[in-house]
Structures are given as C-alpha cells and as structure tokens.
C-alpha cells in the first residue's frame, strides 16, 4: 500500500470560496473511485463515488472530476465552510477486485 | 440506520500482550474490511472478511488474525503486540461482494496504544 509521512499537503481557503482537491491515481485498471472525508478522531466519511463510465458526479455542495486520460481525480467544494474542515483522500477501486488503494490525503483548512 | 460500530474506543495494552477489537457492520452488509491507519499514514489493508470466510489478507504477519461471524460482525486479533502496531484500526462494511457496485462505510476505528 501507499503511505506518506506525518506532513500533509494542507489547502487552506477562505470561508465561502470553493476549494478544489486533486488526487492522482496510478492503475489503468481503477474503474470505481472514492472520496473520503476524515475529521480528527473519527473514520473515514464517504462523500461521492464515481464509475468509471463518467467523467463528472454532482452531490451536495460537492462535484467529482475524472479524468482517465491522465488518470486524475478532483474534488470540488461549493461555499467552503467551516465544517468542512478535515483530511480528504481518494480512493480507487481495481477492476471490481477486494482491493482499494487510498490516496495520501489533504487537508483542508477553512480561514474564518 | 446505525453505522458501523467499533469497539472499544480506545485500547491500552503492554507490547507482547493480544488485543481483540470488534466491529459490527450496517445492518444487510455482508463483507468486512479492516485497515490499518497509523499516525500519518495512509490506510493500509489488513483482512476481507465475506460472507463468514476470509477472502484475502494484506501484508501483514499472521500474528494479525480474525474472524467473522454468522451475524456479520467481526473480530481482528492482535497477538504479540509491538510497539509499531500502535494505530487507528479501521473496520468498514460494504453491501456487496463486489466492490466496485457500493462504497465502503467506515466506522470511527480503535485507537490501540502499545506501551
């Protein structure tokens, strides 16, 4: 599995700004991807999938961009809040198999 | 519709001794994933459990062990603690065998501290 050291890369957006995530993935063969959010002390929170058939998932307040040909994901927040302050990481699923590789991670801080 | 739950919370053990942490799934999810998620690291794979068997394990030594039971739940053991086993331990639980059809869903982990 991947693994990063204790530094985050940290995003940090004023209150009411939209933010954007990036996450890169590595295997050709991913066709199902996640997005988590995990706040301090708690589990990772789903918050948007995305097959591999699509380019583009609209949520709540939250878009999902892929694009395969440079095997990149994205994550968009509409009127960042204060709330959605914690650690965001990708998931990718490998061709329907048990195995999920997640991503490093970002935190986002929102500035008041 | 209650998530996964994990318990304990927090658990405190001296290296050598064995930890057993617990995880219940949503209610109608079959499979159990457990994931190991030390300080700063990204998550790392520890056991599927599906349909009562084990369907694969992670590069992990087999003094990491579990189980699951007939209602689903499960168990991940831990023999031997070392100090490097210190972690947030994840279970998640999806609706389907096959992972690309639904989200894994998390619960909020064990903390276990060896000292």
């Known amino acids: 599995g991947e693994s990063v050291g204790l530094h985050l890369p940290t995003l940090s957006v004023q209150e009411g700004d939209n933010s954007i995530i990036n996450c890169a993935y590595s295997n050709s063969a991913s066709d199902y991807f996640i997005w988590y959010k995990q706040e301090s002390g708690k589990g990772p929170q789903f918050i948007i999938d995305?097959?591999?058939?699509?380019d583009k998932r609209q949520g709540q307040r939250v878009t999902v961009l892929l694009n395969k040909t440079v095997k990149h994901l994205s994550l968009q927040i509409a009127a960042t809040q204060p709330g959605d302050s914690a650690v965001y990481f990708c998931?990718?699923?490998?061709?329907?198999?048990?195995?999920?590789?997640f991503g490093t991670g970002t935190r986002l801080k929102v500035l008041a | 519709e209650a998530g996964v739950t994990q318990s304990p919370t927090h658990l405190i053990k001296t290296r050598g001794q064995q930890a057993t942490l617990r995880c219940s799934p949503i209610?109608?999810?079959?499979?159990v994933y457990w994931y190991q998620q030390a300080l700063g690291l990204g998550l790392q794979f520890l056991l599927w459990?599906?349909?009562?068997?084990?369907?694969n394990r992670g590069n992990f030594p087999p003094r990491f062990s579990g189980r699951q039971f007939p209602n689903y739940s499960s168990e991940l053991n831990v023999n031997a603690l070392e100090l490097e086993d210190s972690a947030l331990y994840l279970c998640a639980s999806s609706s389907t065998r096959r992972p690309n059809n639904s989200p894994l869903h998390f619960g909020n982990g064990t903390r276990l501290t060896v000292t």
């Open positions: 995305i097959r591999s058939n699509m």
């Open positions: 459990y599906d349909e009562g068997e084990e369907r």
């Open positions: 209610s109608g999810h079959t499979s």
């Open positions: 998931a990718e699923n490998i061709g329907g198999t048990y195995k999920y590789i």
